[in-house]
């Protein structure tokens, strides 16, 4: 299967439009423009039916295969839209969708959209049938190191001119936020078309938008970007949507794993405790660097203070207990800060 980002498809499109087009990611505004995409372009080439369907355990698969079936008589061409299950597709669902694959001819085109797509996923039938005359488009949130690129490459869209200083606070603001930052754009088109856009253009009309997960904090934490770190946290917390017990036990588990794997990194080499602990390849460069800036001592200091403030988190709530977070944070972005626990004052009793 042919694997693309978001940002070429349409050069793809312009070239060939496949029979199969597999959408998957966590990023909502890529996928939806990538289903966008597809769909103009099947207008284009006369699919001018279309049918959407979401799979569960009470799909009419009858009536899928039908479609099917009817087209390749009456001739007309649809596209047809399965969107997969949150979680996945069940075994069910992975035989119904190899049945489905005997069923597509020209004038189907089908579009598959997932979350997630695993490698047991890659190793299914429907999926190696598919591979042969698919597209595979990941959608995944823009990491932050390449959001200032996508920012420019939808600024020359929207033919504005967007300076770096400008860029910078834009990416300050709508980190994990396409949709806002989409949004912010556009309104910027409309208001200075014709200016070269600076930050006093668009220091009254920004927001900060950004949307992080528990993860993008830890990563900051143990990477020692304390300013990132510090913006992730008052996000999160201002959000109020994401339980603090979630933050602690996520850095808990990060926490417990790197003092395993310090204890045992001077015997065993790294990529073995990677494939031994099952590290995703993704935050493999998170601990890689997280190993060589904490000495075994600090990490077991850092866990120890997290456990006190657990305790608080008990008695006190998420306002309250913010400043002992910032305290975390900062004591652990910086090496040679002086670490101190009684600075944590517990209750009493619990």
């Known amino acids: 299967m042919i694997k693309i980002y978001p940002e070429y498809l349409d050069l793809q499109l312009k070239n060939k439009l496949f029979a199969c087009y597999l959408l998957h990611g966590n990023e909502p505004l890529l996928i939806q423009e990538a289903q966008n995409s597809i769909f103009s372009t099947a207008r284009q080439q006369g699919f001018n039916e279309h049918s959407t369907i979401m799979l569960d355990c009470k799909t009419n698969w009858q009536s899928i295969f039908s479609i099917c079936k009817s087209l390749s008589l009456l001739g007309n061409r649809r596209t047809l839209l399965l969107i997969l299950p949150e979680n996945g597709p069940t075994s069910a ?3 119904q969708l190899t049945t489905l694959c005997t069923f597509l001819h020209k004038d189907i085109l089908l579009v598959l959209k997932m979350s997630l797509l ?4 890659k190793k299914s039938k429907w999926y190696k049938i598919l591979r042969s005359y698919g597209v595979e488009i990941s959608c995944q949130t ?3 190191q390449k959001l200032s690129f996508w920012i420019a490459s939808r600024a020359k869209i929207l033919n504005i001119d967007i300076d770096d200083s400008a860029t910078k606070i834009l990416c300050y603001y709508y980190e994990g936020n396409l949709l806002a930052l989409s949004q912010v754009l556009e309104h910027i088109c409309i208001l200075y078309r014709n200016h070269k856009i600076k930050p006093i253009h668009i220091e ?21 970007k304390s300013k990132r770190a510090i913006h992730i946290l008052h996000q999160i917390f201002s959000e109020d949507k994401i339980s603090i017990t979630i933050l602690l036990r996520i850095l808990q588990r990060d926490l417990f794993l790197l003092i ?5 990194i001077l015997c065993t080499p790294l990529y073995i405790l990677f494939n031994q602990y099952r590290v995703l390849e993704s935050r493999r460069t998170v601990f890689s660097i997280a190993l060589q800036r904490f000495q075994y001592e600090k990490l077991c200091q850092i866990f120890s203070l997290l456990t006190k403030i657990e305790l608080l988190v008990k008695q006190y709530d998420n306002q309250s207990i913010l400043h002992e977070f910032e305290t975390l944070t900062m004591t652990s972005c910086e090496i040679n800060h002086p670490f101190n626990l009684s600075t944590i004052e517990l209750p009493e009793k619990f």
């Open 93 to 95: 669902i992975n035989t």
């Open 118 to 121: 695993t490698k047991i996923q």
């Open 204 to 224: 009254n009309i920004v927001n900060d938008s950004a949307h992080f997960t528990p993860h993008h904090w830890v990563d900051a934490l143990l990477l020692g």
């Open 260 to 264: 395993t794997m310090k204890r045992k």
């Open 142 to 144: 823009i990491q932050p």
